[in-house]
């Protein structure tokens, strides 16, 4: 069974960084590729990034575009959410996903196992 272990998150000042990592364990050769999400209290969880295990295709939400990196780490099977100039409404819990899914997918139904959260906040 895959197990998906979020970390990095913390207290960061408006404009700064922060590094996300996913460590993935359990994974087998469906798994197409990796992604993160955030969701803020009582709003849908929303798509940040993914990236392909084999490929290394990315792909990012507007929001973020430009200002967060995602990158993974195969031989150790965890993924990075490299995010800088960090804002409030970065402010959110980041999840960790998996997908079997070999197409680009960026919805949550997609995704089938999700790590435990980081919590992200971004003092202004």
């Known amino acids: 069974q895959v197990q998906l272990v979020a970390s990095g998150g913390g207290l960061v000042q408006s404009g700064g960084s922060l590094r996300l990592s996913c460590a993935a364990s359990g994974l087998t050769f469906s798994s197409y590729s990796m992604a993160w999400f955030r969701q803020a209290p009582g709003k849908e969880r929303e798509f940040v990034a993914r990236?392909?295990?084999?490929?290394?295709?990315?792909r990012y939400a507007e929001s973020v575009k430009g200002r967060f990196t995602i990158s993974r780490d195969n031989a150790k099977n965890t993924v990075y959410l490299q995010m800088n100039s960090l804002n409030s409404e970065d402010t959110d819990v980041y999840y960790c996903?998996?997908?079997?899914?070999?197409?680009?997918?960026?919805?949550?139904?997609?995704?089938?196992?999700w790590g435990q959260g980081t919590q992200v906040t971004v003092s202004s």
């Open positions: 996903a998996e997908s079997g899914t070999m197409r680009v997918v960026t919805t949550r139904e997609y995704y089938g196992y």
């Open positions: 990236i392909g295990w084999r490929d290394a295709n990315t």
